[in-house]
T-cell receptor, first 110, second 112 residues
Framework: EDQVTQSPEALRLQEGESSSLNCSYTVSGLRGLFWYRQDPGKGPEFLFT???AGEEKEKERLKATLTKKESFLHITAPKPEDSATYLC???????????FGTGTRLQVTL | ETGVTQSPTHLIKTRGQQVTLRCSSQSGHNTVSWYQQALGQGPQFIFQYYREEENGRGNFPPRFSGLQFPNYSSELNVNALELDDSALYLC???????????FGPGTRLTVL
């Protein structure tokens, strides 16, 4: 059974304090690893897709990386508007089923 | 380009009732997936529809059923509601395969 574990569960940063979120996974045949951002009471917002170990993608203050066992979401000089829950998901098999982790709740304070 | 929309936004039902949730996919997308998200948890895959056919199902009982229409919009039906069915129900559309899935705002279902 596919498993996705995210850590830490919650993270509090001061504005400008860079950090990384971790997503470790156990799957039988990874077809893609996805990062989403979710604000309270809203649907997840797509951020990145990574397909193979060594791949990296960047968007504004966010950078996602992928190894054979885990992915990192690096946040550089975060701002309060980056506060959200960040979800990691893996796609496997023939159907586009995503298996999600429980997320990391990020709070960025002034 | 119109994003994924869902209706209603909130719904309150009592145990044993039936409910239908609706989703309009993003323009050009032919695949719709439904997820259940309990409070504090990640979304859990219910099922997926591709060109009006079920294309994969998660660990949900048969009282969770769905439909996809020729215009690629979709419905999620839940019969015999239980208290544990209270959750945020998310619809996501994609252009088939392993393309990125784009989520709607969700329907918050409360079962009393």
């Amino acid at each position: 059974e596919d498993q996705v574990t995210q850590s830490p569960e919650a993270l509090r940063l001061q504005e400008g304090e860079s950090s990384s979120l971790n997503c470790s996974y156990t799957v039988s045949g990874l077809r893609g690893l996805f990062w989403y951002r979710q604000d309270p009471g809203k649907g997840p917002e797509f951020l990145f897709t990574l397909y193979s170990a060594g791949e990296e993608k960047e968007k504004e203050r966010l950078k996602a990386t992928l190894t054979k066992k885990e992915s990192f979401l690096h946040i550089t000089a975060p701002k309060p508007e980056d506060s959200a829950t960040y979800l990691c998901a893996v796609g496997t098999g023939t159907a586009s089923k995503l298996t999600f982790g429980t997320g990391t709740r990020l709070q960025v304070t002034l | 380009e119109t994003g994924v929309t869902q209706s209603p936004t909130h719904l309150i039902k009592t145990r044993g009732q039936q409910v239908t949730l609706r989703c309009s996919s993003q323009s050009g997308h032919n695949t719709v997936s439904w997820y259940q998200q309990a409070l504090g948890q990640g979304p859990q895959f219910i099922f997926q529809y591709y060109r009006e056919e079920e294309n994969g199902r998660g660990n949900f009982p048969p009282r969770f059923s769905g439909l996809q229409f020729p215009n690629y919009s979709s419905e999620l039906n839940v019969n015999a509601l239980e208290l544990d069915d209270s959750a945020l129900y998310l619809c996501a559309s994609s252009l088939g395969g392993m393309d990125e899935q784009f989520f709607g705002p969700g329907t918050r279902l409360t079962v009393l």
